[in-house]
């Protein structure tokens, strides 16, 4: 079945460098989709990315697909510790399939 | 518009019980979908509902089941329990099918 793999699994930055998490469909997406989830609470959805190559930006949060849709990232700028969390990337192989959640990454930023 | 809400908050049982957890979407959200998260596995989905049919289901043993009933709010049963499958389980509604997905505060079931 379809897998979503995400790396890193755990990061720890300083208040201000700069992040990034990556994930990776074993099939073609026709669409991916980022959630966050704060510690103790539950993922919230932040963004759907459809096109190959699509990049699109959220005040510091950068998300692109990839040109094979295959893959996509998640890239923060100039962590705030208002940042941390696990970000999931979800996929969805096509029209009424299931979506499958990736790995997680956690973010841990620290003053 | 109110948000997923999920009943009850907080349970605990004992192994070979049965629990069932329930599940009230966002007004209008016709689909409802239930995931089980714990540290080790992270987001496993279960099924999801729409229009109060099965649409897609996730690898887990056949005591795991649900239903959705003709005003959107759905109920999963999970029966046997074993001590396994303690975890927080979130019910998510979107409009379509396997679109963006609005969480709800999940059930945190502690099974001993």
């Known amino acids: 079945g379809q897998q979503v793999m995400q790396i890193p699994q755990y990061q720890h930055v300083q208040e201000g460098e700069d992040f990034t998490t990556y994930c990776n469909s074993s099939?073609?997406?026709?669409?991916i989709q980022w959630y966050k989830q704060r510690p103790g609470g539950h993922p919230v959805f932040l963004i759907q990315l459809v096109k190959s190559g699509e990049v699109k930006k959220q005040k510091r949060l950068t998300f692109q697909f990839g040109e094979a849709k295959k893959n996509s990232s998640l890239h923060i700028t100039a962590t705030q510790t208002t940042d941390v969390g696990t970000y999931f990337c979800?996929?969805?192989?096509?029209?009424?399939?299931?979506?499958?959640f990736g790995t997680g990454t956690r973010l841990q930023v620290t003053l | 518009k109110a948000g997923v809400t999920q009943t009850p908050r907080y349970l605990i049982k004992t192994r070979g019980q049965q629990v069932t957890l329930s599940c009230s979407p966002i007004s209008g959200h016709r689909s409802v979908s239930w995931y089980q998260q714990t540290p080790g596995q992270g987001l496993q989905f279960l099924f999801e509902y729409f229009s109060e049919t099965q649409r897609n289901k996730g690898n887990f043993p056949g005591r795991f089941s649900g239903r959705q009933f003709s005003n959107s709010r759905s109920e999963m049963n999970v029966s046997t329990l074993e001590l396994g499958d303690s975890a927080l389980y979130l019910c998510?509604?979107?409009?379509?099918?396997?679109?963006?997905?609005?969480f709800g505060p999940g059930t945190r079931l502690l099974v001993l």
């Open positions: 099939t073609t997406l026709s669409n």
């Open positions: 979800a996929g969805l192989a096509g029209t009424a399939s299931k979506l499958t």
């Open positions: 998510a509604s979107s409009d379509r099918v396997s679109e963006t997905q609005y």
